[in-house]
């Protein structure tokens, strides 16, 4: 196997060669720092890199494989393969910036409860990848950073608000990465880059120690080229940490096994008009139809649906512009975040509160609605991935309009707190990917996961590679 063929092998399979002592720890996270060296001054996929901690954790893992007491199979799922965490989730003694330049220096003094589970499974981190200013925005365009660029086309997004750790993957800087979604923020640039991303339901995965993200609307989340990758790594992140907000009860099975056991037959409704935005860009509608059409063949009943996210848009904005507010003074802030802070400010005090019980009203509405079908098959986006740039010199409420479309398929299910998975569903004429998404009933990622493997193995993706990376 050639190195390329090894940066894009899917993780578990490394972390099956890690223990069949083919490869060691060391030799692959090397890999991986050079190639992020050759190839992320285009990219801008990583804030940090922390290069000198994952060469020393590789060497003593390499070190305890190579030891004559060390039994193999008794080592965690994932020993030894490397992975990137998103740069709104500390790690220990490195920067976490949350995308805004004043905290470039700002060193984190404890992991995120996600980030002590990711390691506990015998990850080793690369580094902290870029993300929006605040994860406000779905395109990591923060002030202070360089743009995340799409491998696919250097000229377009990744997409965001977790487009590092999306263009990371793609262009094999890293087999695997962490993200967050509040608002599409996994799903997005899983989309753009040709990915598999996992927005588990609220509840899946602990919030600890920081407490709940945007009234329970964000969510940490996985990007990844395989099904069965990003399942396994929502196993290894799930759980319940006494003091959670939210829990849910462990499914009988694991995520990784449900990729392996085909669903039932499922009702599955479709949609590509969103009301009030109208019909989804023609390329990802065709990407939903052509799914839905697969789907069928696969023995599934389908139905199209009729969706109307009117009443969610102006308490969603209510919401979006509270979490701007995080001590940090205005004049550092972007230009959408000065305005959304703004807004936030000249609104009374109980705006906040009475927007979220909306979203709770229209959640319990929204999930009594498709509660008739167990998986709902909706496009990613309203269109493709848009350039580098092309919305920055738009004056800030318009830029919110634009967003707010572009999105519109993503939000709602934040709001529900129901699981979605998005998976790859083709190219545009111009090469970029396009992306589909399947939402599942609360609690029910199981199903949804299943699915998508069927999907996978109808439709494999993971042979995909952008040009760009084949250096």
């Not at 470039?104 to 980030?115: L, P, Y």
């Not at 992140?237 to 096994?257: H, K, R």
């Not at 065709?286 to 839905?292: N, T």
Request: charge should be neutral.
């Amino acid at each position: 196997m050639d190195s390329i063929d090894l940066a894009f092998t899917p993780a578990l399979e490394q972390a099956r060669l890690i223990r069949d002592k083919v490869i060691s720890p060391l030799e692959l996270t090397q890999l991986y720092l050079d190639r992020i060296q050759q190839l992320d001054s285009s990219l801008n996929s990583f804030f940090t890199v922390m290069a000198e901690q994952a060469i020393a954790e590789a060497k003593a893992k390499t070190e305890q494989l190579a030891a004559p007491s060390t039994e193999p199979s008794s080592l965690p799922a994932f020993f030894g393969v490397p992975v990137a965490i998103k740069d709104l989730s500390p790690v220990a003694g490195v920067p976490c910036t949350y995308g805004i330049h004043l905290l470039k220096k700002r060193i984190a003094t404890e992991d995120a409860g996600v980030v002590t589970k990711i390691r506990q499974a015998g990850f080793t981190i690369l580094g902290k990848t870029s993300t929006s200013e605040i994860g406000t925005s779905p395109y990591p365009e923060s002030r202070g950073f360089a743009p995340t660029r799409n491998p696919w086309n250097l000229t377009y997004s990744s997409g965001g608000s977790s487009g590092g750790s999306a263009a990371a993957v793609a262009a094999g800087l890293c087999p695997i990465a962490h993200g967050g979604d509040a608002g599409g923020s996994v799903r997005i640039p899983s989309a753009c880059c040709g990915l598999v991303g996992i927005k588990p339901s609220r509840g899946r995965i602990s919030s600890a120690p920081l407490g709940e993200k945007v009234g329970g609307l964000g969510v940490e989340g996985v990007i990844a080229r395989t099904v069965a990758d990003a399942a396994a790594l929502l196993d290894v992140m799930s759980g319940y940490v006494s003091g959670d907000p939210y829990w849910l009860p462990t499914p009988p099975i694991s995520f990784l096994e449900a990729t392996q056991q085909p669903p039932q037959r499922l009702r599955i409704g479709f949609a590509t008009t969103l009301k009030p935005m109208g019909e989804a860009d023609p390329v990802c509608t065709q990407a939903v139809m052509e799914i839905v059409q697969l789907l069928e063949i696969l023995g599934h009943s389908i139905e199209s649906i009729d969706l109307d996210f009117s009443e969610i848009i102006d308490p969603l904005k209510i919401v979006w512009q509270a979490t701007v507010d995080v001590g940090v003074p205005r004049i550092f802030l972007g230009k959408l975040n000065r305005y959304l802070l703004s807004r936030s400010r000249s609104r009374p005090s109980g705006a906040y509160p009475q927007a979220m019980m909306k979203l709770h009203e229209i959640a319990r509405k929204l999930i009594a609605d498709l509660n008739p079908i167990d998986v709902l098959v909706l496009p990613v986006l309203m269109h493709p991935t848009i350039r580098v740039g092309e919305w920055a010199k738009k004056r800030a409420a318009k830029e919110l309009d634009h967003i707010i479309k572009w999105i519109a398929p993503c939000p709602p299910f934040n709001v529900t707190g129901q699981p979605v998975i998005a998976v790859p569903a083709g190219f545009t004429p111009d090469g970029l990917p396009l992306g589909v998404q399947l939402v599942g009933r609360p609690g029910d990622e199981t199903t949804i996961i299943s699915l998508a493997a069927q999907i996978e193995a109808a439709k494999p993706w993971s042979q995909h590679r952008p040009t760009f990376a084949l250096y």
